[in-house]
């Protein structure tokens, strides 16, 4: 069975920072892209992150310059570095592939105070 298990998050002050992790089983994820996403209550999900299996990355214009996404094949994780946070970051976070969606995992969440 394929499991996605994400990790890091938190409560942190604005202007702090977070690293997520996100661990996955299967070696074949380590050629496809993947991708963080965030949820706010009432709100549809949003991809914010991605990574390709050669390392390239893209962003929403909302994070740009403030989060990384980062991923080490060997163990099999996906990161996301998190810095300079607002209170509009806040939300549940969660990992999966981008172009075929494996089961969602728990997520984890991130607030933000002002």
């Known amino acids: 069975q394929v499991r996605l298990v994400e990790s890091g998050g938190g409560l942190v002050q604005a202007g702090g920072s977070l690293r997520l992790s996100c661990a996955h089983s299967?070696?074949?994820?380590?050629?496809?892209?993947m991708g963080w996403y965030r949820q706010v209550p009432g709100k549809q999900r949003d991809l914010v992150a991605a990574?390709?299996?050669?390392?390239?990355?893209n962003y929403a214009d909302s994070v740009k310059g403030r989060f990384t996404i980062s991923r080490d094949n060997a163990k099999n994780t996906v990161y996301l570095q998190m810095n300079s946070l607002k209170p509009e970051d806040t939300a549940v976070y969660y990992c999966?592939?981008?172009?075929?969606?494996?089961?969602w995992g728990q997520g984890t969440q991130v607030t933000v105070s002002s």
């Open positions: 999966n592939a981008k172009d075929f969606w494996l089961q």
């Open positions: 299967a070696t074949i994820l380590r050629f496809k892209t």
């Open positions: 990574i390709t299996g050669d390392g390239s990355t």
